[in-house]
Nanobody, 122 residues
Framework: QVQLVESRGGLVQAGGALRLSCAAS???????MGWFRQAPGKEREFVAV????????YRADSVKGRFTISRDNAKNTVYLQMNSLRPEDTAVYYC????????????????WGQGTQVTVSS
């Protein structure tokens, strides 16, 4: 069993930056870790994923060049650095753990955090 807790998001202006963290209660070295987001009235969508070792990452096209995912297995923590934020990045952000290889599908993830709100003002 893994419990995930995201850091508090916040309100930022367009063009600003924010770093989210996701702390796990147990060892997450057995899991690939992903970030997803859900805007009001929309389905949850993939943002980024990082492999168990942290060597491999993959990001959605909408965030490439702006967001970076990383992990510190010694601290059981995953990060999402978000730069050049846009109003369309406004959403509730979730971290999740998957026992499978890195996946963009929500169904591949067994454990989810409670989500944290990120709001980007124009």
């Amino acid at each position: 069993q893994v419990q995930l807790v995201e850091s508090r998001g916040g309100l930022v202006q367009a063009g600003g930056a924010l770093r989210l963290s996701c702390a796990a209660s147990g060892r997450v070295t057995s899991y690939s870790m992903g970030w997803f987001r859900q805007a009001p009235g929309k389905e949850r969508e993939f943002v980024a994923v990082i492999s168990r070792s942290g060597i491999s990452t993959y990001r959605a096209d909408s965030v490439k060049g702006r967001f970076t995912i990383s992990r510190d297995n010694a601290k059981n923590t995953v990060y999402l650095q978000m730069n050049s934020l846009r109003p369309e990045d406004t959403a509730v952000y979730y971290c999740a753990a998957s026992p499978t290889a890195s996946s963009i599908r929500t169904t591949a993830y067994d454990y989810w955090g409670q989500g944290t709100q990120v709001t980007v003002s124009s």
